[in-house]
C-alpha cells in the first residue's frame, strides 16, 4: 500500500460546527502532516508529528486541533471555523525528514458556511 | 519556511518542451523536489534530485540544479496535453516548503 487516504473527500460545515477530518497510511512512515491550500496558492504546512507526537504546529488557531491516535492514523478536529477557513485540506505522510519526498493525500475540500 | 518563488504561468504547444524555473533562499535542503496537482487533486511527487547532483533525467523529465544562484529547473520534453496541471518546486531542511507553483497550459 503506497496511498495516502483523506476521508472525507468534500465538507460543508456551518461555523457552529464540530468536524473532523481523518488521514491514513499503511507504508510505515513515522511522519505526519497537515497542510492547508487556498485557490491559487501553495500548500501551507500546518502542523508536523513525528513518531505520533506534535513537533511543529506552524501557529495554527485553536479551532483546528490534531490528533495522532497511532502511527498510521492523523486526525484533524475542526470546531468554531470561519468561513475563511474554507481551503483544500491536505495529509502527507514520509520517512521522518525530507529525503524521501512526502506522499500526499487527495485532500478534503472543507466548505465553512 | 524559507522563500520559493516560481513564474505563475507558462503555455506550451503540444509536442514542444516545457521548462519550469525556481528559485530558492535556504540552501541547507538535501533534496529538493518537483510536484504536479491537477484540478481538484493531490500532490503527486514527479521527480526529485540530490543536493549536490547538477543534473537528473527520468524519462521525460529533467531536472537541473544550479546551487550557487539557487536555481533549480524541471524541463518537460514532447509536453502533451496531459502534463496541463500546476507545478510545485518544493525543498527544506526539515520540513517540505512550496514555491508558488507554476500553471502549465498545453495548447493542442
Known amino acids: 500500500d503506497t496511498e495516502v487516504t483523506q476521508t472525507p473527500k468534500h465538507l460543508v460545515m456551518g461555523m457552529t460546527n464540530k468536524k473532523s477530518l481523518k488521514c491514513e497510511q499503511h507504508m510505515g512512515h513515522r511522519a505526519m502532516y497537515w497542510y492547508k491550500q487556498k485557490a491559487k496558492k501553495p500548500p501551507e504546512l500546518m502542523f508536523v508529528y513525528s513518531y505520533e507526537k506534535l513537533s511543529i504546529n506552524e501557529s495554527v488557531p485553536s479551532r483546528f486541533s490534531p490528533e495522532c491516535p497511532n502511527s498510521s492514523l492523523l486526525n484533524l478536529h475542526l470546531h468554531a471555523l470561519q468561513p475563511e477557513d474554507s481551503a483544500l485540506y491536505l495529509c502527507?505522510?514520509?520517512?521522518?525528514?525530507?529525503?524521501?519526498?512526502?506522499?500526499f493525500g487527495s485532500g478534503t475540500r472543507l466548505t465553512v458556511v | 519556511g524559507e522563500d520559493v518563488e516560481q513564474s505563475l504561468f507558462l503555455s506550451v504547444r503540444e509536442g514542444d518542451s516545457s521548462v519550469i524555473n525556481c528559485t530558492y533562499t535556504d540552501s541547507s535542503s538535501t533534496y529538493l523536489y518537483w510536484y504536479k496537482q491537477e484540478p481538484g487533486a493531490g500532490l503527486q511527487l514527479l521527480t526529485y534530485?540530490?543536493?549536490?547532483?547538477d543534473m537528473k533525467q527520468d524519462q521525460r523529465l529533467t531536472v537541473l540544479l544550479n546551487k550557487k544562484d539557487k536555481h533549480l529547473s524541471l524541463r518537460i520534453a514532447d509536453t502533451q496535453t496531459g502534463d496541463s496541471a500546476i507545478y510545485f518546486c518544493?525543498?527544506?531542511?526539515?520540513?517540505?516548503?512550496f514555491g508558488t507553483g507554476t500553471r502549465l497550459t498545453v495548447i493542442p
Open positions: 518544493a525543498g527544506g531542511a526539515n520540513n517540505l516548503f
Open positions: 534530485i540530490f543536493s549536490n547532483m
Open positions: 502527507a505522510s514520509s520517512q521522518e525528514g525530507t529525503e524521501y519526498g512526502y506522499t
